[in-house]
T-cell receptor, first 114, second 113 residues
């Protein structure tokens, strides 16, 4: 069975500093995809970054990078130069199971301090 | 519109009533998902449709929940005999083979009194 674990219910970071949000996953699939989504207080789900299981390079999108460690089954999100607007809920997700089924972790609430 | 559309945006119902929630995915998207999000919580997977394949219903919490997808497009999530614990935001998302990411609707806020 597939599972996503986010162990940090809440995180604080000082503005302009970097922060790492943890995500570990469990799957028996060889081919899978890992995602991070941001959910601000408005409730919308914003796609941030994607990493395929066969991608050798860590994915990067602007200030977001995904630290993919396949052997450890971790897919941590790194946000560089945090901004006040980064304060939100962050969800790690995984697609696998031979199709497009996508499951989400419990989320980490990030607070950026001025 | 080009995005995923959900209706209604808000639904208030009495305990024991049936409700139907609608999702209109992005045209051409073959995969459609339903998730439930309780206040301040994560996204709980409910059901997933992929093309003409049988849906993956493994996340439906009870037999009071059902969903269908007509013509490979619009989907309806039905909750029968609603209970107070069904109160949550129900999110729909769709995706295509050419894009890894899910596109989400704005959700339906369901309140069961």
């Amino acid at each position: 069975a597939q599972k996503i674990t986010q162990t940090q219910p809440g995180m604080f970071v000082q503005e302009k500093e970097a922060v790492t949000l943890d995500c570990t996953y469990d799957t028996s699939d060889q081919s899978y995809g890992l995602f991070w989504y941001k959910q601000p207080s408005s409730g919308e789900m914003i796609f941030l970054i994607y990493q395929g299981s066969y991608d050798e390079q860590n994915a990067t999108e602007g200030r977001y990078s995904l630290n993919f460690q396949k052997a450890r089954k971790s897919a941590n999100l790194v946000i560089s130069a945090s901004q006040l607007g980064d304060s939100a809920m962050y969800f790690c997700a995984m697609r696998g199971g031979g199709g497009f089924k996508t499951i989400f972790g419990a989320g980490t609430r990030l607070f950026v301090k001025a | 519109g080009a995005g995923v559309s959900q209706s209604p945006s808000n639904k208030v119902t009495e305990k024991g009533k049936d409700v139907e929630l609608r999702c209109d995915p992005i045209s051409g998207h073959t995969a459609l998902y339903w998730y439930r999000q309780s206040l301040g919580q994560g996204l709980e997977f409910l059901i997933y449709f992929q093309g003409n394949s049988a849906p993956d219903k493994s996340g439906l919490p009870s037999d009071r929940f059902s969903a269908e997808r007509t013509g490979g497009s619009v989907s309806t999530l039905t909750i029968q005999r609603t209970q107070q614990e069904d109160s949550a935001v129900y999110l729909c998302a769709s995706s295509s083979y050419s894009s890894e990411k899910l596109f989400f609707g704005s959700g339906t806020q369901l309140s069961v009194l």
